[in-house]
């Protein structure tokens, strides 16, 4: 099975700290994703990425950064947190070439809060 | 502009009954594919069903299966005979152009099932 993981299911950080969530996947997938969830808007993709050090800016790049150093791990980087930085935090990965679209594997994301 | 649609907020179904989630999306791409993830309370995203612009038929995956009406840009989830287990949430996506991989979401329709 297709196993993405995600470092913490809930962190609570101050506003202005640096916050790393990490992601990992264990099948050799070639792009990863990073999205954030809010009520009444569903998911929305902050950045991914393609190959190990490749990143892609999303629909909401603003604030956040990212790295990929390897393969099967992808970092998202609040540089310095704000309150509106609040929100549920979800990591996926997909193949280049799948069988069903090439659907996206998600982790069981992280409930950032920043007081 | 809002790519994907989801009319409805909430659903509640009695159990075993067929239900409906409607999806509506907007694209000039000849070439896209339509996704439906579920999120139950745990919050992880589960990939249900795909349906390809070129496929000459709608796809279908156990209990699931998905109207697909291409003149009308809509994509319905059908779920037949309803579980007290599929209550969660449910995601419309999409993903436009063969060779990308970034995929836009719905707002999502919360489903109830009660027994």
């Known amino acids: 099975d297709v196993k993405v993981t995600q470092s913490s299911r809930y962190l609570v950080k101050r506003t202005g700290e640096k916050v790393f969530l990490e992601c990992v996947q264990d099948?050799?997938?070639?792009?990863m994703f990073w999205y954030r969830q809010d009520p009444g808007l569903g998911l929305r993709l902050i950045y991914f990425s393609y190959d190990v050090k490749m990143k892609e800016k999303g629909d909401i790049p603003e604030g956040y950064s990212v790295s990929r150093e390897k393969k099967e791990r992808f970092s998202l980087i609040l540089e310095s947190a704000s309150t509106n930085q609040t929100s549920m935090y979800l990591c996926?990965?997909?193949?280049?070439?799948?069988?069903?679209?090439?659907?996206?594997?998600f982790g069981p994301g992280t409930r950032l809060t920043v007081t | 502009a809002q790519k994907i649609t989801q009319t409805q907020p909430g659903m509640f179904v009695q159990e075993k009954e067929a239900v409906t989630l409607d999806c509506t999306y907007d694209?000039?791409?000849?070439?896209?594919?339509l996704f439906w993830y579920k999120q139950p309370s745990s919050g992880e995203m589960i990939f249900l069903i795909y349906q390809g612009s070129y496929d000459q038929q709608n796809a279908t995956e156990g209990r699931y299966s998905l109207n697909f009406q291409k003149a009308r840009k809509s994509a319905n989830l059908v779920i037949s005979a309803s579980q007290l287990g599929d209550s969660a949430m449910y995601f419309c996506a999409m993903r436009e152009n063969q060779g990308a991989q970034k995929l836009v979401f719905g707002q999502g329709t919360r489903l109830t099932i009660n027994p």
């Open positions: 694209t000039s791409d000849p070439s896209y594919g």
């Open positions: 996926a990965s997909s193949l280049n070439q799948g069988a069903r679209g090439n659907e996206q594997y």
């Open positions: 099948m050799d997938h070639e792009n």
